[in-house]
């Protein structure tokens, strides 16, 4: 994969679980649209990565897994 960007791009990484890839589509466009009106980021400098992470496998403080 061939990414070409400037020299301002901006990465971005969240957590969702048990989304479609249709949902997951309809959040990177939101993102890219957002982004662009709001900040004038340019579409193409948006990059974002979701990862799937079971809620088991998340800590909100204290040491405790919330969900577990």
């Known amino acids: 994969m061939a990414f070409e ?12 679980t048990g989304r479609t890839v249709e949902l ?17 980021i340019p579409r193409a400098d948006v990059m974002v ?3 799937e992470v079971v809620k088991e496998n998340c800590s909100f403080g204290e040491g405790v897994a919330q969900y577990a």
């Open 49 to 51: 990565n979701l990862v």
């Open 5 to 16: 960007e400037s020299q301002d791009a901006k990465g971005g990484r969240g957590g969702l």
């Open 24 to 40: 997951k589509q309809k959040i990177y466009t939101a993102l890219a649209d957002g982004l662009e009106k709001a900040l004038g």
